[in-house]
């Protein structure tokens, strides 16, 4: 069974990077045709999609957040990470890591990913 796990920063202070990674166990995050990605949900917002790595490690990014963003992998980890640097209150969500396939990278709808992380709140506050 496939399952993905985030690390817990929990607090970040405005303009400061926010890091969080997802570890991945019961599937490697090179098997083709998946694309290892990270979305949000904001407080009374919707589901927002932020970045993927594909299994060949492409990178794709939401517009809107690509020069703030950055995602890396570790393979031998199995496990990938996403940057999001000079935060402020705006970026407060809940972060989640998910697996979805090829075709439906970069989707917000939930429904296109199979499996999730736990989800880990993230306050950006002074």
């Known amino acids: 069974q496939v399952q993905l796990l985030e690390s817990a920063p929990g607090l970040v202070k405005p303009s400061q990077t926010l890091s969080l990674s997802c570890t991945v166990s019961g599937e490697s995050i090179t098997t083709r045709n998946y694309a290892w990605s990270w979305l949000r949900q904001p407080p009374g917002k919707g589901l927002e999609w932020i970045a993927y790595?594909?299994?060949?490690?492409?990178?794709a990014y939401r517009p809107s957040l690509e020069s703030r963003t950055t995602v890396s992998r570790d393979t031998f980890q199995n496990q990938f990470t996403l940057q999001l640097s000079s935060v402020t209150p705006e970026d407060t969500a809940v972060y989640y890591c998910?697996?979805?396939?090829?075709?439906?990278?970069?989707?917000?709808?939930?429904?296109?990913?199979?499996?999730w992380g736990q989800g880990t709140r993230v306050t950006v506050s002074s």
């Open positions: 790595i594909t299994s060949g490690g492409n990178v």
């Open positions: 998910a697996r979805t396939t090829f075709l439906s990278r970069g989707s917000d709808q939930r429904g296109d990913y199979t499996y």
